[in-house]
């Protein structure tokens, strides 16, 4: 029996980035979960793993969205059209994001304003549209995603590293202006998660593998189910009286001096 302090059964939950390696995980625990999906993703060619493992599930309820976080009105229509289906939004994950490593001086304005406006633009955008929903329910959850990048750096993410900073205080900016409203903005940040993005830093940055390993308590490479457990508590009626924080998962990489 699930406690009703972690039941989210039937909670409508709108996950961006739902088709990368941390969405289908967190995608899949919501489903199992009994929570109803609203899945957000910018090509629907994206979602086709994801199609087949939720059908695997038997997940009751999903609707499927492309949309690029970067255009403001598909925003606000992509949650308009998820309030249409389903009938409200509980919870909002904003887990769509970029990068591009490279030196900081060889960054261009393209790649700068691209990075920009997908991570910290489109987290941005994606509160703003759900928010007069959950005003109006008096009640809802906004889970945004930073990472350990936003507490410590390295030369190859300058731009990265930045927007998920931003992410940071975005978020404790939006859980002060929210929270008396019924509305818990929080944010999660990931350590090195074995997923598409990550894989690349292993191909750009050589010994990048093993220097994760090593350099982390737990001994290994974060898996996208790790992100699980922290998403379905900050989603649940557990954490309502948690705003504006900051949950590090990260095997312990950036508690080690
Ligand atoms: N993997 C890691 O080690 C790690 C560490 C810290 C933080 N994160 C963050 O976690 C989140 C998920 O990362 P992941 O590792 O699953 O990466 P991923 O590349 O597997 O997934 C990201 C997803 O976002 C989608 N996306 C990209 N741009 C979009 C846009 N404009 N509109 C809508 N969707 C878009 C992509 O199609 C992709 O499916 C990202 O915000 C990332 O920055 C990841």
Redesign the pocket.
């Known amino acids: 029996m699930t406690h009703p302090l972690f039941n989210i059964e039937n909670k409508v939950v709108a996950i ?2 739902a ?5 289908r995980a967190v995608a899949k625990g919501f489903a199992e979960s009994g929570a109803r999906l609203a899945l ?4 629907e060619a ?1 979602f086709e793993a994801l199609r087949g493992e939720l059908a695997a599930l038997n997940a009751h309820a999903a609707g499927y969205y492309v ?4 255009d403001r009105e598909g925003c606000f229509s992509c949650v308009k059209q998820i309030v249409e289906k389903f009938g409200q939004v509980d919870v909002l994950i904003n ?5 591009q490593r490279m030196r900081p001086e060889l960054y261009t304005e393209a790649i700068y304003d691209r990075i920009v406006d ?2 910290l633009k ?1 987290t941005f955008q994606m509160c703003q549209a759900v928010y007069s929903f959950m005003k109006a329910n008096r009640y809802g959850k906004i889970i945004n ?4 990048t936003a507490i410590a750096a390295n030369q190859h993410l300058p731009v990265y590293a930045a927007t998920k900073a931003a992410i940071n205080q975005l978020s404790k900016s939006l859980a002060c202006a929210w929270a008396p409203e019924g509305i818990h903005v929080n944010v999660v940040h ?4 074995d ?4 894989r690349q830093a292993r191909v750009d940055i050589p010994g990048h593998a093993e220097r994760v390993v090593a350099t982390t308590p737990a001994g290994r490479w974060g898996l ?1 189910e790790d992100l699980v457990g922290t998403m379905l508590f900050l989603a649940a009626p557990a954490s309502d009286f948690i705003d504006g924080a900051n949950i590090v998962v990260d095997g312990g990489v950036t508690s080690q001096l």
Do not use: Q
Not at 95 to 99: K, S
Not at 190 to 193: E, K, L, M, Q
């Open positions: 961006t980035g088709g990368g390696g941390i969405g957000i993703e910018n090509a994206n949309l690029d976080v970067t887990l769509a994001g970029i990068n997908v991570n489109g995603v930073g990472s350990i990931p350590g090195w998660i997923t598409a993005l990550s996208p």
